[in-house]
């Protein structure tokens, strides 16, 4: 089992940055070579995938709609995973979740391509 603790959500103002930070515990996190990433999911709509990053920090994955102004890192050393949210606008407001690869296979966009899920942090984006 891996638990995942979201932090660093927030009211910003559009133009706005935010650091969140995602804390994985559980099954030791180098030991598992896994993929970490962010999904999110705004009132009445679908969860969308945000980012993600490879076991060794390597590749990096982002949905169109926050490329150039998301990054997303981790540190294995301190079993942490960080999406760095630059140029925040109104649409990007929505429950910010964490997600774990797990033993799941399949495209990183796809939730079900994910084993483990946090409890989300919120970011709201004000105009």
């Known amino acids: 089992q891996v638990q995942l603790v979201e932090s660093g959500g927030g009211l910003v103002q559009a133009g706005g940055s935010l650091r969140l930070s995602c804390a994985a515990s559980?099954?030791?996190?180098?030991?598992?070579?896994?993929?970490m990433g962010w999904f999110r999911q705004a009132p009445g709509k679908e969860r969308e995938f945000v980012a993600a990053i490879s076991w060794s920090g390597g590749p990096t994955y982002y949905a169109d709609s926050v490329k150039g102004r998301f990054t997303i890192s981790r540190d294995n050393a301190k079993n942490t995973v960080y999406l760095q949210m630059n140029s925040l606008k109104p649409e990007d407001t929505a429950v910010y979740i964490c997600a774990h690869r797990g033993h799941y296979s399949g495209s990183y966009y796809l939730e079900r391509s994910w084993g483990y899920w946090g409890q989300g942090t919120q970011v709201t984006v004000s105009s």
């Open positions: 559980g099954r030791t996190f180098s030991n598992y070579a896994y993929a």
